[in-house]
């Protein structure tokens, strides 16, 4: 019967609409994870690049380790002139800048937080060959003289201030070359390129123990005073407690064994806090500097 059928069908229908539906859920992925803010960590070139890196990315990969909030990503610069560009641009976030640097750095949005301890070896040194004749300053009068670079703190500016308070006229009486590194600098002399070279104490001890050739043939005729050693600096826009957990990283290193093996590499005994103030020194000597020799900021 044709009607039935057609009632049955309603029934089922009518049935169907009583029925509750199913609540449709809403759907959820996993939830994002926030993404960790990378601050470039520069270091200044006290060597080459390739030297920076085996010295230095131990201490970026500890850093790395110990810091949850945060990644560190380790820069050297192919020489003075273009760290300089990138540290007073704020390129990095990070950094470890010579005395001068660190100085000329406040002026473009850092603050010091800490620094390299064992000032006693920030100090120039000259070197020059055992058989090269120079006993005296005098002896360097139209000699070329090598030096990393016209901003280089320890092996540039202390050598060439200490020559001018000793009699000599450091631009009419030398031929001075900037040939880009401490090793270059060095290197020059060794190869009778240069009459003498200026560096300062860690790269001629690092270099004179492994190459013993360089020790037997080069000798320090000439040391300067010292000042503060190499600074740490922050931008002023990384959190306070990201730099703070930097800081007390660094410090700590001397205490413990890896951290002592990190700074050997260096050859380094400890990072040590320090502050804008403990810069004066350097303001003073670079005052005094550019008063009598000429801007630091000017190639020669």
Known sequence: MPGLGLCLWLLAALAGCNQEAEPTLPQYGEAPVPEQPVYRFGIHPLHNPARLHEIFSPLIDYLNRHVDAAEFRFEASRNYAAYDDKLFAGEFAFSLPNPYQTVESLKHGYRVFGKMGDDEDFRGIILVRRD???????????????????????????????????????????????????????????????AAGASWI???????????????????????????????????????????????????????????????????????????????????????????????????
Request: a negative charge; aromatic letters at 8%; zero cysteines.
């Open 132 to 194: 090269s004749g120079i006993d005296e300053f005098s002896d360097l009068r139209g000699k070329i003289v090598a030096y990393p670079a016209p901003s280089a703190l320890a092996a540039t500016m202390l050598p060439q201030h200490f020559l001018h308070s000793h009699g000599i006229d450091v631009f009419h009486e030398l031929d001075n070359r900037y040939v880009g590194s401490q090793e270059s600098a060095i290197m020059n002399v060794y190869l009778g390129e240069a």
């Open 202 to 300: 860690p790269p001629w001890r690092t270099l004179s123990r492994e190459r013993p050739e360089l020790a037997a043939a080069l000798e320090v005729r000439w040391q300067t005073d010292n000042l503060p050693n190499n600074g740490l600096v922050v931008r002023e826009d990384v959190p306070p407690a990201i730099a703070d957990e930097v800081g007390a990283l660094l410090f700590d290193l001397h205490n413990h064994e890896e951290g002592r093996a990190i700074l050997a590499r260096m050859a380094l005994s400890r990072f040590e806090p320090a502050d804008n103030e403990t810069y004066r020194p350097v303001r003073e000597f670079i005052e005094r500097f550019t008063r009598e020799l000429r801007d630091p900021r000017e190639a020669r």
